[in-house]
């Protein structure tokens, strides 16, 4: 039963076909009929498409790149620079100052870079000695950092309430015991020369 009907709605539908073949005009290949679903607005919801990057980046992106070839005289410009203007090129210092004290050259107005070595090493051995000394107690009190023999001056109510780091060496003779002792005085009555103690 089911069979004949199929069947008899198949021939149905081929006759349909031909029908509308011979309104439309026979052409090669034939048309073909097919059934087409209409969406009713609102009745089904439709699924979003899944994100992806393809949609943004697409076939690529497009770099700002060079339109217009430099000439080597626009290039040689840009990279040494020119002397009517600003002169890239290395060019000979002329402002070398020689060191008073060591003798080494170094350029005007900077300190000398081997004198200042000197203070260099002396503040880290004195950071490393006052390490050793206090280790991981909190500081407290004012660290005094002290060279040998220069305890003996001083009376003891001077040294209560600092912790004193005595380093195991006599005192550099270019290192100051005051450096916040000032060069100049109000009047002046004699003609020495501050900071005193400098050896
Ligand atoms: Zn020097």
Same mark, same amino acid.
């Given at each position: 039963?089911?069979?004949?009907?199929?069947?008899?709605?198949?021939? *149905?539908?081929?006759? $349909? !076909?031909? /029908?509308?073949?011979?309104?439309?005009?026979?052409?090669?290949?034939? %048309?073909? &009929?097919?059934? *087409?679903?209409?969406? $009713? !607005?609102? /009745?089904?919801?439709?699924?979003?498409?899944?994100?992806?990057?393809? %949609?943004? &980046?697409?076939?690529?992106?497009?770099?700002?790149?060079?339109?217009?070839?430099?000439?080597?005289?626009?290039?040689?410009?840009?990279?040494?620079?020119?002397?009517?203007?600003?002169?890239?090129?290395?060019?000979?210092?002329?402002?070398?100052?020689?060191?008073?004290?060591?003798?080494?050259?170094?350029?005007?107005?900077?300190?000398?870079?081997?004198?200042?070595?000197?203070?260099?090493?002396?503040?880290?051995?004195?950071?490393?000695?006052?390490?050793?000394?206090?280790?991981?107690?909190?500081?407290?009190?004012?660290?005094?950092?002290?060279?040998?023999?220069?305890?003996?001056?001083?009376?003891?109510?001077?040294?209560?309430?600092?912790?004193?780091?005595?380093?195991?060496?006599?005192?550099?003779?270019?290192?100051?015991?005051?450096?916040?002792?000032?060069?100049?005085?109000?009047?002046?009555?004699?003609?020495?020369?501050?900071?005193?103690?400098?050896?």
């Amino acid at each position: 039963m089911a069979g004949s009907l199929l069947i008899r709605i198949n021939v *149905a539908i081929q006759r $349909l !076909e031909l /029908a509308i073949a011979s309104v439309l005009g026979r052409r090669f290949p034939p %048309d073909g &009929v097919c059934l *087409a679903g209409v969406q $009713l !607005e609102g /009745a089904v919801s439709t699924p979003k498409p899944a994100f992806s990057l393809k %949609d943004i &980046v697409g076939d690529g992106f497009l770099w700002g790149v060079p339109t217009a070839r430099r000439t080597i005289e626009r290039r040689l410009k840009r990279k040494f620079g020119d002397p009517k203007y600003v002169l890239k090129i290395l060019k000979p210092a002329s402002n070398i100052r020689t060191c008073n004290v060591c003798g080494d050259d170094h350029l005007a107005g900077v300190l000398c870079p081997t004198c200042y070595k000197k203070v260099i090493d002396e503040t880290k051995e004195m950071q490393e000695t006052i390490q050793n000394e206090l280790q991981l107690s909190p500081v407290e009190k004012e660290v005094v950092v002290l060279y040998q023999g220069e305890k003996d001056g001083k009376p003891d109510e001077f040294w209560e309430g600092k912790r004193i780091v005595e380093m195991q060496k006599p005192r550099p003779p270019w290192f100051s015991k005051n450096l916040l002792q000032q060069t100049t005085q109000q009047p002046a009555t004699t003609s020495d020369v501050k900071p005193s103690d400098l050896g």
